[in-house]
């Protein structure tokens, strides 16, 4: 059965506004995540990924979504998504899912990394560090991760 941009379209606002319970029906009743993206170039894990909804991205995780898949406008991954909003569980689940912690945005060059520095979190730092990210990797306009945390003043 193929479903239309209807039902993808659903399965992504449902995933961004944290209903579980109806991304598991759609999920159940044969949605998936990765046709081709609508809602501003996002999937539903990007979406879930952004908020938070760790529960969600577990499911879509087990359904198959695809962990390293970029969005259409900029080039973010549900990783620096994630990271991006400080989500800790979230990013420790897409890393051991697969996610790429050396992604770059296509836009400009921004890595989880250096998303993890402007949102202040030590801890997600950590984890990407642990998993191999590379802290001298460096966006279009020549910054590397250490610039993000001075330019958000991330010091602690």
Known sequence: MSYGKDVSYALKNAAVSGDLERVECLLEGGAHDNSPRLYEGFSALHAASGEGFILIVKKLLQHGSNVN??????????????CQGGYLEVVKDLIEAGADVNATQTTDGVTPLMYACMSGSLEIVKVLLTNKADPRSLTNDGHDAFYYVAEYENTH
């Open 69 to 82: 898949a970029a969005t259409i406008d900029c080039g973010m991954t549900a990783l620096m998504m994630a």
